[in-house]
């Protein structure tokens, strides 16, 4: 923020005690104007919900590709009831289905 803004609309916001020390915090950090610190947490905030690459949810996108070192080899994105049903058999114990009790008074 080099250039001086004329403010040409005010706002006014309501915080609570917790949200005004944050913000007065950050203030002192960057060394800048409380109001600095709004606008640039909406710079921030419109890159982050615009920007594919930044949105949070598509942080996920590649995830079993970066984790091959000890993966099952296969694709686990084509492969996704294979990989849950092995999942599930292994934390069974020898990676077989444990077998269903036989029900008495047949």
Do not use: C, N
Request: glycine share 10%; net charge positive.
């Amino acid at each position: 923020m080099t250039a001086k803004r004329r403010v040409k609309e005010p706002v006014q916001v309501y915080l609570d005690a917790v949200e005004r020390q944050r913000l007065e915090r950050l203030a002192r950090q960057f060394g800048a104007t409380m109001s600095d610190v709004l606008r640039r947490a909406l710079e921030l905030l419109e890159h982050q919900t615009s920007d594919p690459a930044a949105h949070p949810a598509l942080q996920i996108v590649g995830v079993a590709d970066r984790e091959q070192a000890g993966g099952p080899g296969y694709d686990v994105a084509r492969a996704h009831d294979r990989y849950l049903a092995e999942s599930e058999a292994a934390g069974w114990g020898g990676g077989r289905p444990a077998r269903r009790p036989r029900r008495r008074g047949r």
